[in-house]
């Protein structure tokens, strides 16, 4: 399946005094490549929000695999590899030029802003995975 | 006027690549005493907030004057200097047994949680905020 | 194994509009958890990062299984179930009175702070551990 | 003197319960701002902690005036106001297109990374700003 690929920068904020970046600002950063990919789909996480839609992160795999530094361009991938009723699973990397730094297995469950209850994807959004991703391949 | 203390332990994610605390974490440390000073007075923000009721910093006047590292102990003080219709003002300092790390003048304000518009402070906590410290002093 | 236990509070700086803890927030608590549990063995942060010693997360398999909300008191456990030449692999959870939020399999390594390089366990640490749990059980 | 902008993006890692931009993250904001001022003028913050220079906030005077949400496209400014030896003041914004977030008057010390004291700023750094400022207005 197609890749979407997001630039983070990494700041001082995002370090910690091992003089690397905090192990769990990656993240963060993931998160941010999934929030790009949903927007460049067409979708913002506020408008979602007042839809009631709500996406939790349900279960990680993730590897750190070296660290990343002060300073470090980071591209960020995001990998749709199964699109379900109520979740999506992907697959996120984090890397320099030169370099992976992190890997890592997702599931994204989609919830009801107001119970928290699981709720199948929009289907405004379940089209788009789909149509995106043929466009794309 | 009185005093309110909070302990505050500095771990890793608070720290940065310079090996000090990140200059911002020390907003964080002030609110957690701000938030232990409000539960002592028997308040909790969750239940605040269902009733509509948002604490918002409004300004804050910032000296770090010496940094704070990795494992430091610190306490963390509330100073209710003056209660105004829908604000409050105050000083916090964050210290080690040793020597003090920063201090703040602080004014928080009382917003709407749905509108985000200005509102009296409730009475009940204004009351609880005299009468604490008549009883502390 | 015995299992170490640590408190943690949920405060504003932890959640997120969706009005739960943003999900990678639960990774500082498992680490707090981690720090004071290494403390409690005799050991601080700062001092092995003086020795060169950095505990690094190498791996971590999570499942965020309910969310947790502004001023939960929260339990964060640590249960060591393998030490090896250079990692620990511990079990962690997150849970409040009633309901646990959280479960995480976490690999740790050693590494050395200066190159960043695997290291083994300091012979001090791995004593210690082996002690303490021959105590606890 | 001329100004410096710099866009960054809310994401939910931003957001508290309260539905806004949690107070304290704006101050990391400021710093993502001054640091690619910095990198424009050609500095990036690991080569100068390499070379033992390190920058410190010193002081803040800051005033949030309307809250930031999830979403939003917000430019930052650095306008340089005075530059010391061993220090820079700054006056910064935080702005959607259409209004100001917050305002803050900022003091930057320079330090040895090292011991921690105060270290005149490089002449290197000094020359760049003064042209940088010359070319720019």
């Known amino acids: 399946m197609s890749e979407f ?8 904020e995002d370090t910690d005094a091992g003089g690397i970046v905090y192990h ?16 460049e789909l067409g979708f913002n996480q506020s408008l979602l929000k007042q839809q009631n839609v709500l996406f ?7 590897k750190w695999q ?14 749709i590899i199964a699109v379900k009723k109520a979740s999506l699973k992907m697959q996120q990397t984090i890397q320099t030029e030169n370099e992976q730094k ?10 009801d802003a107001t119970n928290k ?5 929009p289907q405004a959004i379940l089209s ?4 995106s991703d043929e466009i794309r391949s």
Request: glycine share 0%.
């Open 5 to 12: 690929n997001w630039p983070v920068r990494v700041y001082f």
């Open 24 to 39: 769990a600002r990656y993240l963060y950063f993931l998160e941010r490549a999934r929030t790009e990919w949903l927007r």
């Open 56 to 62: 939790v992160v349900r279960d990680m795999n993730i």
């Open 66 to 79: 070296k660290p990343a530094e002060l300073d470090d361009a980071l591209t960020v991938s995001v990998n």
């Open 102 to 111: 992190l890997h890592a297995d997702v599931t994204i469950a989609c919830i």
């Open 117 to 121: 209850k699981p709720m199948a994807l």
């Open 128 to 131: 788009l995975i789909t149509i």
